[in-house]
């Protein structure tokens, strides 16, 4: 069906508000635009508690049933399905006016409509039956019926909208500006897209559809950033109505706002250390680990992290998974202070952000979206953290040896360790570690070999730095992303001083890295599955 041809007139700038429909889940500031409505002698229709509660409040309000001459139905399914409704929403006042007149159809001009709260429900873990319910058919009509006739009709969707529509009100004798009329369209069918979103993402999960024909990403601006990953770009922060654990729904205690890159390193530095039970913290400098460890307290952990790199922790991000105490809290300010003191390095202070619980495995992790304008000006999004769980962790019974020699316990503790670290770290990826700490990480180069070497080498030079007689990676293990297409990393590795190696496998030069494993006198176990991370 095709939509008709109708010629119109160009649209008021202003439009004055005589009456309005009001009917809102989210009540905040009702009354108080109730009050600013009727001083200004607008008629107000509304439904249900919304009447109820402009009513007690002494606002004169008329029922929307009274309005259209017909009851709600239907346990209130049906309410504002009304031609005296909606011709009152999308009448133009410029050619229907025959129309309304024949009909007895008053025009509406301004609609106050927000939704049943459908995510709310669904994230406090309602039945299906209560999600369905909470499903809303006549808002989103009103609202869209509102919103394509903005040319005579306000629409407000979002209770922080009322005081530019009042200041409107107040400026133009009770009259709303065109500019005004399109901004709010523009809101309303965002709202009533991410709505949509929202419900057909969660049936998608209850039909257990991993992958639906279509899908929507939806976000809600949360704030816009001083700029995006360099300075000539814009960017800004958007988050979804998921309240599980993640960079979005933290809480910053302290400090200037966060960077579009700050909010990159939180999410992976966040993402890595939910990996773990025991107390663990990762530091992370431009989205990549330079320092991870466990350790039986947190501050065992900090500085065993530490001494992986400590020239590249500075300025970075650190994340733990308990809450922090004083003296690892101490101890950081104390690195913050050291590294600030040195030569042509500025000192920043730290800008904490806490969870009000403890963080999830990365599988239960929440959404969020820093958009971003690239350097033509388009928009890039980038969805924070990665909600989509990654690779289940590697147990012992997963390892394939295939080296003469067996890993001992404490090598596989470690290869476990250190192929959980691996998914973390840009490809190629290359982990080594030690006592459950890393102790070198090469992140990001286009040869594997290469990775292996410059981790060697960071690791050499913090050992240097910290005094000690022997690189930190002697008797250490390493863990690959990805299999190794020739024994030359391998070798790399051995070099290094590493005892035992873990990588996905499937080379088909896999015979050659074996042997050249077997010549060095190391173990090395399979685990089948890759964890490139681009």
């Known amino acids: 069906m095709s939509p008709p041809n109708v010629a119109h007139s160009p649209a008021p700038d202003l439009v ?18 109730g009050q600013a409505l009727a001083a200004k002698g607008v008629e107000i229709l509304s439904t249900g508690g919304s009447a109820q509660r402009l009513a007690e409040a002494g606002i004169p309000v008329k029922e929307v049933s009274d309005h259209t001459g017909f009851p709600e139905i239907m346990d209130g399914r ?23 007149a024949t009909h007895d159809i008053p025009p509406i001009d301004l609609v106050v409509v927000n939704l049943y709260p459908f995510e709310a429900t669904v994230s406090k873990g309602a039945d299906y039956a209560n999600c369905v319910e909470n499903i809303d058919i006549g ?48 809101r309303a069918y965002a709202r009533t897209a991410s709505y949509d979103a929202a419900i057909s993402s969660w049936l998608a999960g209850q039909l257990g559809e991993t992958f639906p024909p279509r899908t929507t990403l939806s976000g809600k601006l949360s704030q816009t950033l001083r700029y995006g990953e360099n300075p000539h770009q814009q960017a800004a922060f958007y988050v979804t109505g998921e309240q599980r654990p993640g960079v979005a729904t933290a809480i910053q205690l302290q400090g200037k706002e966060l960077s579009y890159n700050n909010l990159n390193d939180t999410d992976a530095a966040f993402e890595l250390v939910a990996e773990f039970e025991r ?23 900090y500085k065993q992290a530490l001494l992986c790199d400590p020239v590249s922790a500075f300025g970075g991000i650190i994340a733990v998974n308990r809450p922090l105490d004083a003296a690892t809290a ?53 969805r924070l953290p990665a909600a989509e769980p990654r690779q289940r962790p590697h ?15 404490q090598e596989l503790a470690d290869l476990l360790f250190a192929f959980r670290v691996a998914k973390h770290v840009k490809s190629n ?49 390493v863990a690959s992303d990805a299999f190794f297409p020739f ?48």
Do not use: W
């Open 16 to 33: 004055r508000i005589t009456r309005a429909l009001i009917s809102v889940s989210d009540k905040t500031g009702l009354v108080a635009l």
């Open 429 to 477: 990826a290359i982990v080594y570690a030690k006592n459950g700490a890393t102790v070198g990480v090469g992140a990001g180069q286009m040869s594997r070999v290469d990775s292996a070497r410059i981790a060697a080498i960071k690791s050499a030079e913090a050992a240097k730095a910290a005094g000690l007689s022997e690189p930190l990676t002697k008797g250490s293990v």
């Open 330 to 382: 101490e101890e950081i300010s104390q690195a913050v202070r050291r590294g600030g003191d040195r030569p042509g390095r500025r000192r920043r202070g730290p800008r904490p952000a806490r969870h009000q619980e403890e963080p999830a495995r990365p599988a239960d992790q929440g959404r969020a979206e820093p958009g971003r304008a690239g350097d033509d000006g388009e928009a890039a999004v980038r």
């Open 487 to 534: 024994a030359d990393g391998l070798l790399a590795a051995a070099e290094a001083g590493v005892t035992a190696v873990i990588q996905p496998g499937g080379s088909i030069r896999d015979n050659d890295v074996i042997a050249a494993a077997d010549e060095k006198g190391l173990a090395m176990v399979l685990t089948g599955m890759r964890h490139f991370r681009h």
């Open 395 to 409: 147990h012992p019974a997963d390892l394939k040896v295939v080296t003469k020699r067996a890993p001992t316990e």
């Open 279 to 301: 107390p663990a913290v990762a530091i992370i400098k431009h989205a990549n680990p330079c320092g991870v460890a466990e350790g039986a307290t947190l501050l065992d952990a």
């Open 78 to 100: 049906v309410k504002t399905l009304h031609p005296r409704v909606h011709g009152g929403i999308l009448a133009r006042r410029d050619i229907h006016a025959e129309a309304m």
């Open 139 to 186: 808002g989103p009509a009103m609202i869209r019926a509102a919103a394509k006739n903005h040319d005579f009709v306000t629409v407000v969707t979002d209770p922080e909208d009322y005081e530019a529509v009042l200041d409107e009100l107040a400026t133009h004798d009770g009259a709303v500006t065109l500019t005004l009329r399109r901004t709010l369209a523009q």
